[in-house]
């Protein structure tokens, strides 16, 4: 039930983009985006509900494919404070729990 | 917004001992929330749903009799860690779902557990 996220880690210098990619064997409700760092808790990002969905925030966007069994979450223009490790979050129906894949740590060096 | 309160922030016990962890929603209601436990360097695993006035749904593999949740009204989710031992020693985490869908799931700070 966990999906899987890829890559495991990341390193840019800022400026760069990275994209960081989270898919499933079988169709999803929605997929949430988080980003935490290091001794907190994760913050949320976005969620995507619908299948061709793109959404984003200033440099950080993510899509939604239309089978709705991948996700992929954009960083473009690198900077320090992106560095965290950047979890998707996936959920099967509107009332089930939610599941992080595994995370992808991202550095971002000067 | 969505602010959920978690505490103690950290707690060290012996031993043996319990330690109780309260997660409560400040400013919206949640009828279901959720537990999840992080080691190090590593992901969130999904340790139970709390739901108010019912009982918890426990994960494959999480003990329920050693994790005792208890959701008693809309805005608070307690996990009791009863007789806790070394290899208890973890980040636990409440989370809910926001009021509205696109708020996402909002995470309580934290509780960094030490058991010595």
């Known amino acids: 039930q966990q999906p899987v996220q890829s890559p495991q880690a990341v390193i840019l210098r800022e400026g760069e983009d990275a994209v960081i990619n989270c898919s499933s064997s079988k169709a999803l409700y929605s997929v949430h985006w988080y980003r935490q760092k290091h001794g907190e808790a994760p913050v949320f990002l976005m969620i995507l509900l619908k299948g061709g969905e793109q959404k984003g925030h200033e440099k950080i966007s993510a899509s939604f494919n239309e089978k709705k069994q991948q996700s992929s979450l954009y960083l473009t223009a690198s900077q320090l404070s992106y560095s965290g490790t950047y979890f998707c979050g996936t959920e099967r129906n509107s009332n089930n729990d939610m599941r992080f894949g595994a995370g992808t740590r991202l550095t971002v060096k000067p | 917004g969505a602010v959920v309160s978690q505490h103690p922030s950290r707690v060290i016990c012996k031993s043996g001992t319990s330690v109780k962890i309260e997660c409560r929603s400040l400013?919206?209601?949640?009828?279901?929330m959720f537990w999840y436990r992080q080691f190090p360097k590593k992901s969130l695993m999904l340790m139970a749903t709390?739901?108010?006035?019912?009982?918890?749904?426990?994960e494959q593999g999480v003990e329920k009799d050693k994790f005792l949740i208890n959701h008693a009204s809309l805005t608070l989710s307690t996990l009791t860690v009863t007789s806790a031992h070394p290899e208890d020693s973890s980040f636990y985490i409440c989370?809910?779902?926001?009021?509205?869908?696109?708020?996402?799931?909002?995470f309580g700070s934290g509780t960094r557990l030490t058991v010595v």
């Open positions: 400013d919206f209601q949640a009828t279901t």
């Open positions: 709390s739901n108010e006035g019912s009982k918890a749904t426990y």
């Open positions: 989370s809910a779902r926001g009021p509205l869908r696109s708020y996402g799931y909002t």
